[in-house]
């Protein structure tokens, strides 16, 4: 089991795209609640579905534990959105949102950092060997 790098597509484009807006707007020095609300604002104007804060559920076994992931964003009901505010990313931020992935069994994932001067995102793929 290992991330990929994904091939592009118009959902994680379009994000990207309304990620780059926020960022060019706000440009960098906020904290990462500041870059969420502003994205969800911008997700709403250009008609992104979204939920935020969404929990994901993980199984045991086939049965839910009490302990939930929370996830920035989930967008278009399958790419999972985490936000950052760092100076740069680390393995960390990839191990947390390749949890996140295997937890929910959804397959698409992006990182955005908003920490930096132009805007650094990472998008995932999971995909089970």
Known sequence: MSPA?????DQTYAL????????RELGY???EPVYQEALAREFTESGIQFLREHALQILYRG?????VYRVDFLCFD?????LKALRRLSPVEESQVVHYLKASGLRRALILNFGTNRLEYKR?????E
């Open 5 to 9: 790098a994904a091939v592009g597509d």
């Open 16 to 23: 990207i795209g309304a990620a780059m807006t926020v960022h």
């Open 29 to 31: 020095g906020f904290l």
């Open 63 to 67: 049965r839910p534990l009490s302990s």
């Open 78 to 82: 399958e790419i999972i959105v985490e």
């Open 124 to 128: 995932l793929i999971w995909s089970p």
